[in-house]
């Protein structure tokens, strides 16, 4: 499999470790003011978008198959649950959420889910 059908992926990944192990203080002040639950879900909705887009790229056909859709959500519920025990144990003044989780997995299947129901509708 040639990954660089997944670099739009793999850069918002990074994005997302870099926001994620910022300091508190670091964060922007526009981003408290809006409930974090929606930027969670938001930003693990755009990663399963991407994840998915690098699927549909690298095997030109449409919709992909159930096991990498599982792929996809499983990805994404792994790396949100990584990265809010990296905030609970080892970014200063940053602290791992269980509703955060939460939303980084709701985010994440509600894509797929809305992806998938797309498909069957235009097909």
């Excluded at 894509?111 to 498909?119: D, E, G, K, S, Y």
């Amino acid at each position: 499999m040639s990954l660089k059908y997944f670099a739009p992926a793999f850069g918002w990944g990074i994005f997302i470790l870099i926001a994620s192990t910022l300091p508190s203080k670091k964060v922007p002040s526009l981003l408290l003011e809006v409930s974090d639950k929606w930027i969670h879900g938001v930003i693990y909705f755009l990663a399963a978008l991407l994840i998915y887009g690098g699927f549909i790229r690298y095997q030109f056909k449409n919709p992909i198959s159930r096991k990498n859709l599982w792929f996809i959500v499983l990805t994404c519920i792994l790396y949100g649950g990584i990265l809010e025990l990296v905030q609970e144990f080892m970014v200063p003044s940053r602290s791992g959420d269980w509703f955060d989780f939460f939303a980084n997995t709701c985010g994440s299947i509600i894509a797929v889910l809305i992806v998938r129901l797309f498909h069957r509708i235009i097909a």
